[in-house]
């Protein structure tokens, strides 16, 4: 083969399917695009209740399963996590009581998918109820 000569693509297995996401809109202008679980994969929402240190997380999961959620190595020095926040998580198949953490929901995220319903009444702890009233103004 000629160094000139342009190399053929080579046939590779079909990319995965896109993670199914929500797109955030906020007064009419698009803010960005929401992850949700990949259910296909085995993928759950959780809720992290507990930090155990050492990149691991006790972790409730929307099937009331507690688990020791694991940060992935890619993501330890990126993915800063709080008692109470909102994950996606992925169960090992082969330890049932372990999970890999791969995203994390910010508040106004988490908020944003419980106004729209699309949390499990398991881990809608993020709903307000009612709207709140603004405080009276001092004279």
């Not at 507690?66 to 198949?93: H, Q, V």
């Amino acid at each position: 083969m000629d160094e000139n000569e342009p190399v053929p693509p080579t046939e590779t297995s079909a990319p995965d399917e896109p993670a199914p996401t929500v797109e955030v809109v906020e007064g009419g202008e698009e803010v960005g695009r929401l992850p949700l679980p990949r259910r296909q994969r085995g993928e759950v929402f959780g809720m992290a209740t507990q930090l155990l240190g050492a990149a691991r997380i006790r972790v409730l999961c929307e099937d009331n399963t507690s688990r020791m959620g694991r940060i992935t190595g890619k993501m330890k020095k990126k993915m800063w996590i709080r008692e109470g926040d909102l994950l996606i998580l992925r169960p090992w198949g082969f330890q049932e009581g372990k999970a890999d953490i791969l995203f994390r929901y910010s508040r106004t995220q988490a908020t944003y998918l419980s106004r729209r319903k699309l949390l499990p009444a398991s881990m809608d702890r993020f709903g307000t109820g009612e709207e709140p009233t603004p405080p009276a103004p001092a004279n």
